[in-house]
């Protein structure tokens, strides 16, 4: 079956350190892919998206993603991490002709910024 | 601010009481959605309403029931619910095409007493 699966459900980083989130999917037909962050008691906001145009996408608050299709990964990066970075981060897929496309969320990765 | 607004932002009911979430977008999308998101669980996917009329139901209990009048608007009615249903409730909308992302609103904290 369709899935997707968020490595770590808890990172933690130093501050100037790089961030790297993992989420790997399971299908045979690449999906669409996003990542989203959820700060504390707020609904969540799209951080980027992969549509089959470019592998390596960029996002707000310079973050950026590679989908890789022969490792079904789609990993979130930021070369130097803030202490406002420090949130909740959901990897989401749509599988496209399955699960009538609607939108997955993988478990979730709360990172955390130390000083 | 994404374009979708819920309220309450913050809901305390007793066991017996019944209270309505409301979700609202003028975003021109024409599916909405309900989400459920307790602590230390992944978002459970409730409700999902296409042109108005519903096209998913995730063997969510009776005791929530939700109501999309039209395009721009949806409701959960929440009725008798119990203790273990508190948690935050995360309304989302979207355009009918499939590669384009859900917008969320900031969520209605709900707690059961």
């Known amino acids: 079956a369709q899935s997707v699966t968020q490595l770590g459900s808890h990172v933690s980083v130093s501050e100037g350190a790089l961030v790297l989130l993992r989420c790997n999917y399971s299908?045979?037909?690449?999906?669409?892919l996003f990542w989203y962050v959820q700060y504390p008691n707020q609904g969540l906001q799209l951080l980027l998206k992969?549509?089959?145009?470019?592998?390596l996408v960029k996002g707000i608050n310079g973050f950026e993603a590679e989908f890789k299709k022969s490792e079904t990964s789609f990993h979130l990066t930021k070369p130097s991490a803030h202490m406002s970075d420090a949130a909740e981060y959901f990897c989401?897929?749509?599988?496209?002709?399955?699960?009538?496309?609607?939108?997955?969320f993988g478990q979730g990765t709360e990172l955390s910024v130390k000083p | 601010e994404t374009g979708v607004t819920q309220t309450p932002r913050h809901l305390v009911m007793g066991m017996t009481n019944k209270k309505s979430l409301k979700c609202e977008q003028h975003?021109?999308?024409?599916?909405m959605y309900w989400y459920k998101q307790s602590a230390k669980k992944p978002l459970e996917l409730m409700f999902v309403?296409?042109?108005?009329?519903?096209?998913e139901n995730n063997s969510v209990p009776s005791r929530f029931s939700p109501e999309c009048p039209n395009s721009s608007h949806l409701f959960l009615h929440l009725h008798t619910l119990q203790p273990e249903d508190s948690a935050l409730y995360l309304c989302?909308?979207?355009?009918?095409?499939?590669?384009?992302?859900?917008?969320f609103g900031q969520g209605t904290r709900l707690t059961v007493v």
């Open positions: 989302a909308s979207s355009p009918k095409q499939k590669n384009t992302e859900a917008f």
């Open positions: 299908s045979s037909v690449p999906p669409y």
């Open positions: 992969y549509t089959s145009a470019a592998t």
């Open positions: 989401a897929v749509r599988f496209l002709y399955n699960q009538g496309g609607k939108l997955i």
């Open positions: 975003l021109g999308h024409n599916a």
């Open positions: 309403y296409n042109f108005k009329e519903q096209t």
